[in-house]
């Protein structure tokens, strides 16, 4: 298995001792309103992502390029250019890894922690995050809780319609993960079944431990 880098705002899967969010309705974040509002009014919401992650060594980023889908209140969905593809939803998730040839299943407890900080941003955040504007559309968010496996901060940064254009974490070890998103697009719900991902022949089935 892989390490989970470059999932970990995604998905957010190495959140695991995170605790899960307040259920009650929380007024957003500036930096999350207009993502909020959008999903809210139209219950989809789909973006081109980039990530980038920079190699501690000094040598050249790795770079992932991929699709990424939201539904409210608890289905996210990535689709990586080079198969792989991740989703959650209320009641579990998969993980397609063609580079093992293995999906991974995992149960609606553990999606229930994997999905935290996409709900939480798609949520508001504010139970989550505190946050400092740093001006030019840019906001310092930084976790209130002290748990294993959160960012040091995170940095976003918005485009000229409020919604996220840059994200970039800062972790313990110092390295530095960045997530791109282009062409935000609004539409209707697609329900679960669109965040249920199908074993392709000859794969095998994991489940998350």
Same mark, same amino acid.
């Given at each position: ?107 609606? %407890?553990? !999606? @229930? #922690? ?5 709900? /939480?941003?798609?949520?508001? +955040?504010?139970? *989550?995050?505190? =946050? ?13 809780? %002290?748990? !294993? @496996? #959160? ?5 976003? /940064?918005?485009?000229?319609? +409020?919604?996220? *254009?840059?994200? =970039? ?41």
């Amino acid at each position: 298995m892989r390490k989970l880098s470059i999932e970990m705002f995604v998905l957010g899967v190495v959140l695991a001792c995170a605790p899960t969010p307040a259920p009650a309705a929380e007024p957003p974040l500036q930096a999350t309103r207009a993502l909020v509002a959008r999903l809210a009014a139209t219950g989809r919401g789909e973006a081109a992502i980039t990530v980038s992650i920079a190699d501690l060594m000094g040598g050249a980023d790795r770079v992932d390029r991929g699709r990424l889908a939201l539904e409210p209140p608890d289905r996210a969905r990535l689709d990586f250019a080079t198969g792989e593809k991740l989703a959650v939803r209320g009641d579990g998730g998969e993980w397609v890894q063609p580079a093992a040839r293995q999906v991974i299943r995992m149960t609606r %407890d553990q !999606v @229930g #922690l994997a999905a935290w900080l996409w709900e /939480t941003f798609m949520k508001g +955040g504010q139970s *989550a995050f505190t =946050e400092r504007a740093l001006g030019g559309r840019r906001f310092l968010l930084t976790p209130r809780a %002290d748990a !294993v @496996g #959160l960012p040091e901060s995170v940095t976003l /940064t918005l485009d000229t319609r +409020g919604l996220p *254009a840059t994200i =970039e974490f800062e972790e313990a070890g110092g390295g530095l993960t960045r997530y791109r998103f282009e062409g935000w697009r609004f539409r209707a719900a697609r329900g679960a079944a669109a965040f249920k991902l199908a074993t392709p022949a000859g794969y095998t089935v994991v489940e998350m431990p």
